[in-house]
């Protein structure tokens, strides 16, 4: 082939300008420690990463959706207990109150202690947390669902459920509604122990320290069923915690440059750039007028 | 043989040497003239005439032409502003959409989806409703940002459409004004002037080019049905219509003497047409299916639900939306963001259902049968691999042009090397035949010293 000038400036820029293209892409890697960093770089690769970060965005979001639960059921472990020490109070008062050999004055003062351990319960049920209500069920802003009259507690709230998304299309149940209370017999059997040590029945309150058991073990199965939730979430929260590491890996493995290869590689276009650079310059300066005289 | 002959001859070798170094440094001068076809002296009918005395320099001198080298290179060269423009419209797009970043619809689709979450925790906060309402304003305006960029882009293409369409507009005029001067006066200058102009025309648009015995030359565009654009003084201008501001932007283009514009496929027209009539309208038609789409699965859910005031039935975004441009916040909830509704029933403070449902659109199939992340990501992965399809193929086609550029030199172009040695050549053969002369004349001052 004749070779002209134009046809060897035109090859040597060609080649120049592919070792500075290789060279800026290496550069940009190495100076933003990504090798994809916008989807024409490798469009499938970028799909996969947006997908990953999209998974990761919603696992934050469930990680925080079970601090939050957690936060509650905490709370509610904290109330059930001060209640549970209430009933268990409340049992060794009918214990003694069941002593035949007690006087009638006696089973009175038992009698008003009683009263005001009810009161007690009431005060302790109608706690809030964040300012919300938190046996009211969903009526969260009805700040006292368990009323006293004196004689009778009635509850005012709901039976709602209140859920946090811990994981996709997984929900819990983060409260105990006040009918869950009411249910475990509680207020009956305590109120029937004030009236049963008021009209001075020590048989009567004997047999209502069976009820009092009853539904004393049943409070302490909601706290169990509550302590059930807690340790999902926490199970659920350390699996989020690890498919967080692993997604974070494989999102790193998708889109991050490796920065030794990078280098490797930026040396590797910096010799053959300069190499180009060192041919180009002898070849452009051979000229056939230097050795014309 | 007589001295005179030697004369004769040696004043034809010297006028014929002129002649060749003065080609010579025609070419020398011309080195850095990419359009410049190389000339060569024909020494042969110079010194020794066969058919009588060819005069001027068609006869004497040689242009060497290519030929079908240079027509290859006029119809490649279309694919080189074909995909030089489509990657830099395609990068460009891709810089409108802006991922991955925080201001990036996928992060803003991401927080709003989980602002809804945070609120369902807390569904009687002020806070948590204010945040909601203001990741959806986000949402909103960087949907509009994004039609409004790419309405603008759209707008912006148009104009580079009026404007190439003038430059291939004056390329034919000058092509049509040379081809009228080629039947009286051919000269291998107007050749060279001729074929720069179809070189530049080459890159606007997809021609291709033939030439007449006449040195007229025919260009005609377009794949299956062939459009004239120069035919000897004939000419085929581009009109082009800007339509005003509201309407559609798309510039249209039209024939002055008729033809489909759709003949204009490649080139830097042909990509800048496609662009603008096409693909901006296609993404910006997507974005709008997504933000009406989003807009109307929002609003169907929080519809059903209520907020502490037991009000029902209220719209999150405007219900009237009819794409990215008109996306955004319903103005009572702007103006009151505690009208947002969270509760699936009246009269539950507590109760976030509705605020969890929405957020769960995030994982519906709620476009197309398919998540509104994945439909944003395909937008997004489809414009990357163009961009990347573009480049590649820029690649590649510059590689097909610079080859060719280099047979079409390799015949046509200045080489210096061989220009000096020509000179040198030339300079010797001059220097010898005025020699001759100088022998001549001693000769006949010897022959005349005889009387």
């Known amino acids: 082939m004749r070779i002209t000038q134009s046809i060897m400036s035109r090859n040597l820029m060609t080649n120049l300008n592919i070792n500075r293209e290789t060279m800026t892409e290496l550069q940009n890697a190495a100076a933003n420690g990504k090798e994809v960093s916008k989807s024409s770089d490798d469009p499938v690769r970028f799909a996969k990463a947006s997908r990953f970060r999209k998974t990761l965005s919603q696992y934050d979001q469930y990680s925080r959706n079970i601090n939050d639960g957690s936060g509650w059921v905490d709370n509610n472990a904290l109330v059930m207990n001060e209640f549970h020490a209430l009933i268990v109070d409340a049992r060794s008062i009918a214990i003694q109150g069941s002593d035949a050999s007690q006087s009638e004055e006696t089973r009175q003062v038992l009698s008003d202690r009683v009263d005001d351990m009810i009161e007690e319960s009431v005060a302790t049920l109608n706690s809030t947390y964040l300012g919300k209500s938190i046996f009211s069920g969903t009526d969260t802003q009805n700040m006292e669902p368990f009323e006293y009259d004196g004689s009778n507690i009635t509850y005012t709230g709901n039976e709602g459920k209140m859920n946090r998304r811990i994981s996709e299309g997984l929900d819990v149940e983060i409260n105990i509604t006040g009918s869950d209370i009411e249910s475990t017999g509680v207020f009956t059997s305590l109120v029937a122990l004030r009236d049963a040590l008021a009209v001075n029945d020590d048989a009567g309150v004997a047999d209502l320290l069976q009820d009092l058991q009853d539904a004393s073990d049943k409070v302490l199965s909601l706290d169990a069923q509550n302590g059930l939730v807690k340790g999902h979430m926490q199970m659920t929260s350390a699996r989020l915690e690890t498919s967080k590491v692993n997604i974070q890996s494989f999102l790193s493995e998708t889109e991050d440059a490796d920065l030794a290869e990078v280098i490797m590689e930026y040396n590797g276009a910096e010799m053959a750039y300069e190499a180009a650079l060192q041919v180009t310059s002898k070849a452009l300066q051979l000229n056939i007028m230097d050795f014309l005289r | ?451």
């Open chain 2, 1 to 451: 043989m007589s001295i005179s002959n030697i004369m004769g001859t040696s004043r034809i070798a010297l006028s014929a040497y002129q002649t060749a170094i003065s080609t010579t440094s025609k070419n020398i001068s011309n080195v850095g003239n990419p359009d410049y076809v190389r000339r060569r002296a024909d020494l042969g009918s110079l010194i020794s005439p066969t058919s009588g005395l060819a005069f001027g320099e068609e006869g004497n001198i040689e242009r060497l032409e290519s030929g079908f080298i240079q027509r290859q290179l006029w119809y490649k060269t279309q694919f080189v502003g074909r995909h030089q423009t489509d990657e830099m419209v395609y990068s460009q797009i891709e810089t409108v959409f802006n991922e991955p970043t925080s201001s990036g619809l996928s992060s803003m689709m991401g927080e709003f989806w989980n602002s809804w979450n945070d609120l369902a925790n807390d569904p009687d906060s002020n806070t948590a409703k204010a945040i909601v309402k203001d990741k959806g304003v986000l949402l909103s305006n960087t949907f509009n940002q994004l039609a409004i960029d790419l309405q603008t882009m759209q707008r912006e293409v148009g104009d580079d459409v009026g404007d190439t369409a003038d430059k291939v507009n004056t390329l034919l005029n000058e092509i049509k004004t040379i081809n009228e001067t080629m039947g009286s006066g051919y000269s291998y200058d107007m050749a060279d002037a001729r074929d720069a102009a179809i070189s530049k025309l080459s890159k606007l648009i997809n021609i291709s080019v033939t030439e007449n015995s006449d040195h007229k030359v025919n260009i005609t565009t377009g794949g299956n049905t062939l459009v004239p654009l120069v035919s000897g003084d004939f000419i085929n201008e581009l009109e082009y219509h800007v339509p005003p501001f509201q309407e559609n932007y798309a510039v249209e283009l039209s024939f002055s003497e008729g033809g489909p514009s759709s003949a204009i496929s490649g080139g830097i027209l042909g990509s800048l047409l496609e662009a603008q009539e096409s693909s901006i309208p296609s993404y910006l038609q997507q974005v709008d299916a997504l933000a009406v789409a989003i807009s109307r699965e929002v609003n169907e859910v929080h519809k059903s639900g209520f907020n502490l005031a037991d009000v029902t039935g209220l719209d999150f975004f405007n219900p009237d939306v009819s794409g990215a441009a008109s996306m955004g916040v319903h103005e009572d909830i702007i103006d009151d963001p505690m009208l947002i509704a969270t509760s699936d029933a009246a009269s539950e403070a507590g109760n976030g259902n509705i605020a969890n449902t929405i957020s769960d659109l995030q994982n519906d199939y709620g476009i197309n049968g398919i998540k509104f992340s994945d439909y944003y990501n395909s937008i997004i992965s489809e414009v990357g691999s163009k961009v990347q399809e573009a480049s590649f193929l820029r690649n590649s086609q510059e590689m097909v042009v610079a080859t060719l550029q280099n047979h079409r030199d390799s015949i046509s172009g200045v080489s210096l090397d061989e220009e000096m040695s020509n000179l040198i050549k030339y300079e010797q053969a001059y220097q010898a035949a005025s020699r001759m002369i100088s022998v001549a004349d001693e000769l006949i001052q010897t022959v005349l010293n005889l009387i």
